[in-house]
């Protein structure tokens, strides 16, 4: 079992930067991808990054360049550096742990956290 706290969302103009950041419970965190979802009113949710059990970085072509994903094995977190903000990439943003092949698909995680909004004004 795995019980996931994002932390970090808020308010911010187009151009600005947040970090999100996610904490883990339990003992088995490094044997666990890593993700980050997000979710828009009206819209699915959608892959926004993820790190794989041995650090490597996946993103999707939306945010590449301009959102970088952090893990650390030790302290249990997740985090996410996003920079050069724009309004679409306003939504709630999920952590999310899951343990097998896939990466980027919302049925590749078993876990989840309760979402943090992120709002960037134009």
């Known amino acids: 079992q795995v019980h996931l706290v994002e932390s970090g969302g808020g308010l911010v103009q187009a151009g600005g930067s947040l970090r999100l950041s996610c904490a883990a419970s339990?003992?088995?965190?490094?044997?666990?991808?890593m993700a980050w979802f997000r979710q828009a009113p009206g819209k699915d949710r959608e892959f926004v990054s993820a790190?794989?059990?041995?650090?490597?970085?996946y993103y999707d072509g939306s945010v590449k360049g301009r959102f970088t994903i952090f893990r650390d094995n030790v302290k249990n977190t997740v985090s996410l550096q996003m920079n050069s903000l724009k309004p679409e990439d306003t939504a709630v943003y999920y952590c999310?742990?899951?343990?097998?092949?896939?990466?980027?698909?919302?049925?590749?995680?078993?876990?989840w956290g309760q979402g943090t909004q992120v709002t960037v004004s134009s």
């Open positions: 790190s794989s059990t041995i650090g490597f970085p």
């Open positions: 999310a742990a899951g343990i097998g092949g896939g990466i980027d698909r919302t049925r590749d995680y078993d876990y």
């Open positions: 339990g003992h088995t965190f490094s044997r666990y991808n």
